[in-house]
């Protein structure tokens, strides 16, 4: 295998990594806080959207200088 391949592969698996972690975090914010919580499903779509917005802005790419 090409060194480039390995290096595109990688790049795949750690942005599939980090933005499906923060999918899943937002998820589970969403469920745990309708069900176990109790709040409703507005309030906890609310709090899951706004830890996807937060997630969004920490881990979105930094531009390469």
């Known amino acids: 295998m090409e060194i480039s391949e390995q290096v595109s592969t990688w790049h795949l698996f750690v942005f599939l990594a980090k933005w499906g972690s923060l999918l899943t975090a937002a998820i589970l914010l969403l469920l745990t806080v309708w069900f176990a919580v109790g709040?409703?499903?507005?309030?906890g779509f609310i709090s899951g959207a706004a830890l996807f917005v937060v997630g969004f802005f920490a881990l979105r790419s930094k531009p390469a200088h």
């Open 39 to 43: 709040a409703g499903f507005f309030a």
